[in-house]
């Protein structure tokens, strides 16, 4: 009976392929049959994305809150670090008012530090739990693994670049900008500087988007490839997952810490650009 159930087990039990591809899917509103349509949310995008922004905002609450002027604590000390660190890029890159941008900017940084940090979950924890209920729930917990989670996120620093554009140098000057710069102000100058223009603001977005879904999508697909070795059932491949997860999850640390950083420093490096001419 027992080996009876064990090749029943065995028959039932998904492919490599069809392993990653159910790790890999979205709790939407819908299946997606084409590669872009609008209508689709994905909704553990947009949970884990605003559940990662309340705890953020919470812990950076609750430590101002507690923020004492004597020996601080631990959890004061790090964050007084992450602060000055941020205020200190954003002084070296931003040159004008920083009143919102190095808030801003520290947002940024704890915001996709922690959506990144997801990715440290086990990565068959959800599917267990879904499982006790007899779900078969695609559920994916790493928002920055989502190309329309990055690139909602560069498209809310187009937003700001366009806002600090007119913002510092006027709708007037902005718009002489797009046509005027940086090939000259001559008539038969203003279609080429303006698609120029047009280019440089469509690839900082998509190339802020894209940079940031590709690593932790990358480092997700790792994950997903060495918690194969487990099922190989021999002693060999589960020594390989415990070492081969252990050493890539200790890389992934840097990966995770350097992603958020790049994201903050190309975000203060764009909105920088939008206070200065050509």
């Known amino acids: 009976m027992a080996a009876e159930m064990a090749a029943e087990g065995a028959a039932h039990a998904p492919t490599a392929s069809e392993y990653i591809t159910h790790h890999l899917g979205h709790l939407s509103t819908q299946h997606q049959d084409k590669i872009i349509d609008f209508s689709i949310i994905n909704m553990d995008t947009v949970f884990w994305s605003v559940l990662m922004g309340v705890i953020g905002s919470f812990l950076m609450f609750v430590v101002a809150r507690k923020a004492t002027s004597g020996v601080p604590g631990r959890l004061q000390a790090f964050v007084e670090m992450v602060v000055e660190m941020v ?3 954003a002084k070296n890159i931003v040159h004008g008012n920083r009143t919102f941008i ?13 959506m990144n940090a997801m990715d440290f ?19 994916r917990a790493v928002p920055t693994a989502d190309l329309n989670g990055t690139l909602g996120m560069a498209l809310g620093v187009l937003f700001l670049m366009l806002f600090y554009s007119v913002k510092i140098k006027g709708l007037g000057g902005f718009i002489h900008e797009l046509f005027c710069a940086p090939f ?6 203003w279609l ?15 190339s802020l988007g894209m940079r940031l879904f590709g690593n932790m999508y ?17 002693w060999w491949g589960f020594g390989m997952q415990v070492i081969a997860g252990s050493v890539w999850a200790i ?26 001419g050509h």
Do not use: C, R
């Open 251 to 276: 890389f992934h640390i840097l990966i995770v810490l350097l992603q958020a950083f790049i994201f903050m420093m190309l975000t203060l490096v764009y909105i920088g650009q939008a206070h200065e």
């Open 192 to 206: 080429p500087n303006l698609g120029l223009n047009i280019i440089e603001f469509v690839a900082k977005t998509v």
């Open 218 to 234: 990358a480092g997700e697909l790792v994950f997903l490839l060495i918690a194969l070795l487990g099922s190989t059932a021999t």
């Open 102 to 114: 190095a808030p801003l900017a520290l947002t940024v940084f704890v915001w996709v530090f922690l």
């Open 87 to 89: 205020d200190d890029q």
């Open 184 to 189: 000259g102000s001559h008539p038969a100058l």
């Open 121 to 139: 979950l086990p990565v068959d924890l959800f599917s267990a739990i879904f499982g006790l209920f007899g779900m078969e729930i695609h559920h």
